[in-house]
């Protein structure tokens, strides 16, 4: 499963070997324990990577194995590529900018996106 976090600061990106629906039920009891609001919603979530990266074929060689529409890669202009998602938005409350996104996929379509996503940081924190 692929986990996206979406903070003031960025989005970051990891890979948990556990179900959504563990994730969803813990953070549901923390929000409980915490006296918190929690908001759970089925949507997408998108990003962008670099259309020069090598890997981008292997990518989508991996896609075309997935079912149905749980991820889209679809070129933006002739330097990105977005990578949409279909999952489920976690947050405190509908209006929030800040959360966690959950998506599902086959393990080879998120072992490619998670290397990608990880050259890419390599690439800004290496040239920042």
Not at 42 to 66: G, H, K, N, V, Y
Not at 75 to 89: A, C, H, I, T
Request: glycine content about 4%; hydrophobic content about 45%; overall charge negative.
């Amino acid at each position: 499963m692929l986990k996206l976090i979406y903070t003031e600061t960025g989005l970051h990106l990891e890979r948990l070997a556990i179900s959504l629906e563990t994730i969803v039920t813990q953070r549901t009891i923390l929000a409980l324990r915490l006296g918190q609001s929690l908001y759970v919603e089925t949507s997408r979530a998108a990003f962008l990577l670099p259309a020069d990266l090598p890997e981008i074929a292997s990518l989508e060689a991996a896609l075309s194995q997935e079912q149905g529409d749980a991820i889209a890669l679809c070129p933006v202009d002739d330097d990105y590529v977005e990578v949409s998602l279909r999952g489920v938005w976690v947050a405190n409350d509908r209006q929030a900018e800040e959360g966690m996104f959950l998506s599902v996929v086959r393990d080879r379509s998120e072992f490619f996106i998670y290397k990608l996503w990880q050259l890419t940081q390599t690439k800004v924190s290496f040239f920042a």
